[in-house]
């Protein structure tokens, strides 16, 4: 973060006077639409999902809490490319339509995917989970008494969820769709691939094609202006808003849909859920099952090595790093350790292609210096010791995901009562053994969760994967990435199914703890 922000120290060469000229607008203009659509988007889909499973009750809610959540394990940039598949010129859907009515190229109109509006409907569709899942447990932690207050005054539904539930839920609200901004800021392989140019694409762009590192990391730097807008506005939202839930003693009864009103709010699920993961797998699935005999090969293989090695690699090191942090937090609670902890809960909220950038230009600097002392005291040209390595690039991934298993292990430390710490402290154990005797064991679901969360975070990571991988070295990811990008989309099915199927598991793990309900039927 403090070599982006010093990059702004650097004087502006005629690459961003070139940038200025021609595309920077069209990066902040792209950036804020896309922004505005993916938050539309997102919040429509995410609230009406959460209120329907929260306060409603109809056949299949119950599939539907779980379903809703499915999408996570669907990466923006797989489902951009499924898509493509299906609605371009020469995918299944125009086809049939030429086929039926004997239309030739120009007699009908047909919405073009890979436009600003396409990447706003893919990112939705795989984003809006954040909003749901926030907002359903608030909705479910709203007073009982407030909401029925709402009915017995003559309130409809609709108008109970837009005066009373609605306000109340707005700090998740803006939470959900905050997380989902952050996350449509960091995606690169959707925006690259329907063309559209934001800060991401123009990051990779200044740095590959102009060779300016100094300029790309400039472009970082303006990028982490609206990261850090997104984070003052959730920050903003929770200190004006002071809502204080006192639940009823009483279970209070869902709204019972029948009728009309029940096969809409199905069909209403079902659609999300099917555009959202169940079309995109499935025709994942159909691509992959062509020669699959051929496509699973020992490049296949490798790729899985170097997918599952790198990312249970990073996977560990936030694991070991997060219960460090979060142990010594605990402990000591200083000023130091609580500003410690605070500073790397950060790091999801910068954007990838941002932490490639901020890790390699110190990392280039000290490989060049230490190459330049050794020739000249040993004769000996070292080369790049540092960059392009496998531990630059886990660095890089315990940067970005460290306080995605943090939060985990933090949360569970928190759920345990300080009396046990000190009894065993009164026995004598020390610190570390406390940790290890007692917090680990009682930790091991939280443990667990933690380490999946981010292992699959990393095996879905690509911005930061292609920028410090080592040379001649692919994962699931990039090989994806890759294919897509030279339109061999039934080539990219295979890897793109190994991620979504991978990304499940750590879907079943938030799904499990979010149908802990306390409303009931009666």
């Known amino acids: 973060m403090l070599v982006i922000v010093a990059s702004l120290l650097q004087p502006f060469s005629s690459a961003w006077q070139h940038l200025f000229d021609t595309v920077l607008q069209d990066y902040i203009t792209n950036s804020l639409l896309l922004m505005a659509g993916v ?109 029925e207050a709402s009915r017995s005054l003559g309130k409809k539904p609709w108008q109970t969820l837009f005066l009373v539930a609605l306000p109340m839920a707005r700090p998740a609200i803006v939470a959900g769709v905050s997380l989902a901004l952050m996350e449509t800021l960091a995606d690169y392989g959707t925006v690259a691939y329907f063309g559209v140019s934001s800060f991401t694409t123009g990051i990779f762009r200044t740095w590959y094609g102009l060779g300016e590192l100094t300029t790309a990391a400039q472009l970082c730097a303006f990028l982490m202006l609206f990261v850090f807008a997104l984070i003052m506005a959730e920050r903003w939202s929770r200190q004006r808003l002071r809502f204080h839930h006192h639940s009823a003693q009483k279970k209070m009864a869902r709204l019972q849909l029948n009728g009309w009103r029940s096969m809409l709010a199905m069909s209403i699920g079902s659609l999300i859920v099917f555009l959202g993961f169940v079309l995109p797998a499935a025709q994942l699935s159909i691509w992959a099952s062509t020669g699959w005999q051929e496509k699973l090969n020992a490049e296949f293989l490798r790729l899985l090595f170097n997918s599952f090695s790198l990312a249970a690699i990073a996977a560990v090191c936030c694991l070991l790093v997060a219960v460090f942090l979060a142990y010594t937090k605990r402990v000591f609670a200083s000023r130091i350790e609580l500003g410690a902890v605070a500073v790397a809960s950060l790091g999801y909220a910068v954007p990838g292609t941002v932490i490639a950038v901020g890790v390699l230009i110190p990392v280039a600097w000290l490989d060049n210096q230490i190459d330049f002392l050794s020739t000249t005291w040993f004769d000996y040209p070292t080369g790049l010791l540092i960059s392009g390595t496998i531990g630059l690039l886990v660095f890089a991934y315990l940067v970005r995901f460290l306080s995605v298993a943090l939060n985990t292990v933090d949360s569970g430390l928190t759920a345990i009562k300080p009396s046990i710490d000190e009894s065993a402290r009164s026995l004598g154990a020390t610190p570390s053994r406390v940790l290890r005797r007692i917090h680990l064991p009682i ?20 911005p930061t994967t292609l920028i410090l991988r080592p040379f001649n070295f692919n994962t699931l990811a990039v090989r994806t990435y890759e294919l897509a990008s030279d339109e061999r989309l039934m080539d990219a099915a295979l890897p793109a199914l190994a991620i979504v199927i991978i990304g499940l598991l750590p879907v079943l793990l938030i799904t499990k703890s979010i149908l802990n309900e306390p409303f009931s039927n009666e």
């Open 39 to 147: 938050g539309a988007g997102t919040l429509i889909l995410g609230v009406s999902a959460a209120w329907l499973t929260a306060m409603c009750e109809f056949p299949g809610r119950k599939i539907l809490s779980w379903a809703f959540l499915l999408p996570m394990a669907m990466p923006a940039y797989i489902i951009a490319y499924t898509y493509t598949g299906i609605l371009d010129f020469s995918g299944p859907i125009q086809t049939a339509l030429r086929e039926a009515y004997g239309w030739q190229f120009g007699d009908y109109y047909f919405p073009e995917i890979r436009s600003l509006g396409g990447a706003i409907c893919m990112l939705s569709l795989v984003l809006y989970p954040y909003v749901y899942m926030l907002v359903r447990v608030a909705f479910l932690e709203q007073s009982t008494a407030v909401l």
């Open 443 to 462: 930790l091991r679901t939280s443990l667990l969760t933690a380490l999946l969360l981010v292992f699959v975070e990393v095996l879905k990571e690509l």
